[in-house]
């Protein structure tokens, strides 16, 4: 038995993704409306119908009766690639932007359970944005999605074309010539305002240096991270 999760603008639309992704039609499946949706307020709060679309198994199936959604609670961790895999599938049909989801890996032993995500396609450079911008912002509206459907914490990474993998091996390169600058000079640096997921990158490429130290500074759009000589 095969099902997937859907998202539209109504439950219609929704259906149709799931059937459209399971190659079936509408009488070979079983349908479990998870959420309607709702226009909220002037577009304020607006949420988006949600589906599972299940294909039964030939034995038994007749007469089945349709499952009942899972609560958030009993969603095992582990099931958490692809809920997010089916969330930012339907993101895309939404954007009309045709593309593969896969799901590169999931950590559900640390205490900050993450995913990784992959998109790969033609022409997506509009998933990137200026400086990764439109990608930044993408990735923060799939982590609160998927966390509002888990009810717990999780943090999502979505890789466009490789371009996270590219800009991450250049943070951590810029990362070790300061780190090497600070450590000759023997004074604390300041790198350029970053956001959050960049920061990190820093602090986890030099956690490890023998001769230097980072912390940020600032706040909001200007915080930043400095390095600096240990004692």
Do not use: C
């Not at 899972?70 to 932007?97: H, N």
């Amino acid at each position: 038995m095969r099902s997937v999760e859907s998202h539209g603008k109504t439950v219609d639309e929704a259906i149709s993704q799931a059937l459209r992704r399971l190659g079936r039609q509408r009488d070979e499946v079983e349908v479990t409306v998870l959420s309607e949706g709702s226009r909220g307020v002037f577009g304020i709060g607006a949420e988006m119908a949600r589906v599972r679309v299940t294909v039964p198994d030939v034995e038994g199936a007749e007469g089945a009766e349709v499952a009942p959604p899972i609560s958030a609670e009993a969603i095992p961790l582990e099931r958490l690639g692809e809920i997010a895999q089916d969330m930012l599938t339907d993101i895309l049909e939404l954007m009309e932007i045709e593309a593969e989801v896969s799901v590169r890996g999931v950590d559900v032993e640390s205490e900050d359970p993450s995913i990784q995500l992959d998109v790969e396609g033609d022409d997506l450079g509009v998933l990137i944005g200026r400086r990764g911008e439109t990608l930044a912002a993408l990735q923060h509206v799939l982590t609160m999605l998927v966390q509002r459907r888990l009810q717990r914490w999780v943090r999502v990474n979505v890789d466009v074309g490789h371009y996270q993998d590219r800009q991450a091996a250049i943070l951590r390169s810029k990362a070790l010539r300061l780190a090497e600058r600070v450590q000759r000079g023997r004074a604390p640096l300041a790198m350029e305002p970053m956001r959050p997921a960049e920061r990190r990158i820093i602090h986890m490429a030099l956690a490890d240096h023998p001769d230097v130290t980072t912390h940020s500074i600032g706040v909001g759009e200007d915080r930043r991270v400095v390095i600096s000589p240990k004692p």
